[in-house]
């Protein structure tokens, strides 16, 4: 089963992207942290092929946690940065390379990205 560590502190997205996610690819587990202190922990234990984290939280930005990510042993191709910016800003402040993609949460074009990451990471999973 693929996990999916899901980092953003508005309730509401998480608990609709967690449903699409587990009705639309039943192989991929996602787990919710709502609190971007506590997901450092979540991190460091590892584990996960996929972590989708929003950019901006209170408290620690999705910028300093890919960083610990990736301090951490984890592939920043395995990392996505979400927000609600536009997609040129969130260019400007994660340069293709520093991560696996950088999508506005809001753009239905850039819900095809997410598909696309999702469906792969189901093959990987052993499913179709």
Do not use: W
Request: proline residues 3%.
């Amino acid at each position: 089963m693929g996990r999916i560590l899901l980092i953003d502190d508005d309730r509401g997205f998480t608990n609709f992207l967690s449903g699409y996610i587990r009705d639309t690819y039943p192989l991929l587990h996602v787990d919710i942290c709502n609190n971007p202190v506590v997901a450092l922990q979540h991190i460091k234990s590892g584990g996960y092929d996929l972590l989708l984290v929003d950019l901006e939280m209170p408290s620690l930005d999705g910028l300093k946690l890919l960083n610990f990510a990736i301090q951490t042993g984890m592939d920043k191709n395995r990392v996505v940065i979400l927000s609600g910016r536009d997609a040129n800003v969130l260019h400007e402040l994660c340069p293709m390379g520093s991560c696996l993609a950088v999508l506005n949460k809001f753009e239905a074009r850039q819900k095809a990205v997410l598909d696309m990451i999702f469906s792969s990471l189901q093959k990987k999973s052993g499913g179709t």
